[in-house]
């Protein structure tokens, strides 16, 4: 993820498109599209997954400089409500775990101790026996994997959560929008919104003074 530097607002104008790939958490690759493109007389470069804009879209973008580009790491299309996020970007919160996390967890414990009491049932002479050395088995497994993997995935996500939330900021999308957008997490990373954003004004937002507005 990339360090929130500059943002803009106004309409697109995309010269170029290419099909290329697109590296995710520096191992994973993904078909994507890199484009060029022109807004408030600026050249910029993207790169998601897909790109739906139409020329003279309204769009406000979140950008970095790098390499002397001016590289788009998010964008709103206000014209179509539709917003796009880097794949690797991590919507994360509450509901996540008692929907997602949780409930899934529940069933790898259930359905691990389940085979695990058949496993030990046939190399033991007492069903209660296998029950008790299956649970015990159970819970120091859980334990390690909970140290060994959970600890650190957690640390992960909880990182990429605290990006993610300060780009999403920027956008003055309501928790309304972060809720909606949490339930459809496509792989794509890209969001119709269902409740519109209001568009700001047709000038660069990125002076410290305009980004300390969209936080209040």
Not at 84 to 98: A, N, Q, V, Y
Not at 104 to 118: C, H, P, R, V
Not at 126 to 143: C, I, N, P, Y
Not at 190 to 209: C, Q, R, W
Request: hydrophobic share 45%.
């Amino acid at each position: 993820m990339f360090e929130v530097k500059q943002m803009i607002e106004g309409k697109i104008f995309i010269h170029h498109r290419r099909d290329e790939m697109l590296t995710l958490f520096h191992r994973h690759e993904v078909l994507g599209q890199y484009f060029k493109c022109f807004i408030n007389a600026q050249n910029f470069t993207g790169h998601f997954v897909e790109v739906h804009v139409q020329p003279a879209d309204q769009v406000r973008m979140v950008y970095i400089q790098k390499n002397g580009q001016n590289k788009i790491i998010a964008m709103l299309n206000h014209t179509q409500q539709v917003l796009h996020l880097h794949p690797s970007t991590i919507i994360f919160s509450r509901w996540s775990w008692m929907h997602r996390i949780i409930p899934n967890l529940i069933k790898i414990i259930a359905l691990s101790l389940i085979l695990l009491t058949g496993f030990f049932f046939l190399v033991s002479t007492s069903f209660e026996r296998a029950v008790q050395e299956a649970t015990l088995f159970s819970f120091w497994g859980l334990l390690l994997a909970s140290i060994l993997v959970g600890l650190p995935m957690l640390a992960f996500y909880s990182y990429r959560r605290a990006q993610t939330r300060k780009l999403l900021h920027l956008f003055a999308l309501s928790p309304a929008h972060l809720l909606d957008m949490e339930k459809l997490n496509p792989p794509s990373r890209i969001y119709p919104l269902a409740k519109p954003v209001e568009s700001l004004t047709n000038t660069s937002i990125s002076s410290p003074d305009n980004i300390r507005k969209l936080y209040k």
